[in-house]
């Protein structure tokens, strides 16, 4: 038995960076003697014989020789072993594709034999910017989006590749890629239009709304590295811009409240955790009004930091006022958040359903009462 590091691992390395995600193939050997050598793995491939053992997949070839099995990855890029003597077995195009930066599919069949490999490539456009996505790797996107390919990924895995894109360098490029393959819908289809929709009136925006979108992702992954919500926040924040009625245009008057549903719907349709769920409707419905947080009544402040709170994304709600907007009020948000979580209701005012309630958002409102 020889088993041997692959893909993206392998593809790190050779950048000189840490590889953190290990995934590996063995070479012959049986599932079952795999199984005898290693007896806490758990296989989780249906038709085809995959393990997981501490957070790591263990394949096994689908053809040989094992150069043959490489043509059947996903990019050039990724289609690399590493031995246990540090033989190194790669597609024919691999190692000149990671010294030009560039990405290009395996073969001419890597999207359509499985076409989560779609949403993985512009995934791979965001955690790797500095390479450039090929018109060849393009053309393969398009041509499984043309074929009705792209509504067969389970949505399990779909969330995994889209939380990995959020967590990148660059996840503007996740949309970008995506839009320049005309492969937005199904999963994104709210954005399938909105590279021609100005992003508002010229005095604040020079985009369509697509663009500012990326842009204010990828300030966002700039400024706080590998925070995931704070960036899907971004993705969501503009949403209902997308459907704003043509005749309203530059102007989006009301699209909080469309974003809020469209946000909704999108995260359901990729199977978004809660967090991530809750978060884009809070973005998409809150920003603006964050963003006039000094103007607010008091007790619409406290509303807002309630809800924030609630659904544990107060931080990253101004996070994204501060890049979307350029208007920094965290460290006034943290203060108010701190007077009002203080403010406890005395015993005679407890237990008396809304009013306690009402007397309560009362005695918090008076509690950040100040001048400006």
């Keep these: ?21 290990k995934d590996y193939l063995v070479f012959d050997a049986e599932p079952d003697e795999f199984l005898t050598a ?16 501490d957070g790591s997949e263990y394949v096994f ?75 060849e790797l393009l053309d393969a996107m398009r041509d499984c989006a043309e074929k009705g390919l792209l509504d067969t990924p389970p949505p399990d895995r779909v969330a995994r ?10 996840p503007g490029n996740f949309l970008r890629t995506l839009a320049k393959a005309d492969c937005l819908e199904p999963w994104f289809n709210e954005f399938a239009h909105a590279a021609s929709i100005p992003a508002g009136p ?11 979108t990326c842009r204010v992702m990828d300030e966002c992954a700039k400024r706080w590295p590998g925070n995931a919500l704070t960036v899907w926040m971004a993705l969501c924040h503009d949403l209902g811009k997308t459907s ?25 349709r990729n199977r978004m955790p809660n967090r991530f769920l809750h978060a884009g409707i809070t973005a998409a419905a809150e920003h603006m009004k964050a963003a006039r947080y000094l103007e607010m009544r008091p007790a619409k402040r406290v509303d807002l930091i309630m809800r924030g709170r609630k659904n544990a994304c107060l931080r990253e709600l101004f996070r994204l006022v501060l890049v979307d907007s350029g208007i920094d009020l965290r460290q006034r948000v943290r203060e108010d958040t701190k007077a009002v979580l203080g403010v406890k ?20 409102a008076a509690k950040i009462t100040r001048p400006l």
Excluded at 244 to 267: C, F, N, Q, V
């Design 345 to 364: 209701l005395p015993a005679e005012l407890q237990n008396l359903g809304e009013e306690s309630g009402r007397r309560l958002r009362e005695m918090r």
């Design 38 to 53: 290693f007896p806490r793995a758990q296989r989780v491939g249906k038709s085809f014989p995959v393990f997981m053992l």
């Design 161 to 170: 590749e889209v939380e990995k894109a959020m967590n990148a360098p660059r």
């Design 244 to 268: 704003t009625p043509a005749e309203d245009l530059p102007k989006h008057i009301g699209h909080e409240g469309r974003g809020e549903a469209a946000a909704g719907k999108m995260a359901m």
């Design 61 to 135: 070839p689908r053809a040989l020789p094992l150069e043959k099995d490489l043509q059947l990855r996903d990019l050039t890029v990724n289609a690399m072993l590493l031995g246990p003597d540090c033989e190194l077995i790669c597609h024919e195009k691999a190692l000149d594709d990671i010294s030009n930066r560039v990405l290009r599919p395996a073969s001419n069949r890597s999207m359509t034999d499985d076409p989560l490999r779609v949403i993985r490539s512009a995934r791979f456009s965001a955690q790797l910017p500095e390479f450039t996505v090929l018109p």
């Design 202 to 212: 010229p005095e604040h925006h020079d985009s369509d709304v697509l663009e500012h």
């Design 1 to 21: 038995m020889r088993i041997f590091l692959s893909g993206g691992a392998v593809r790190d390395l050779l950048l000189g960076r840490e590889a953190t995600d």
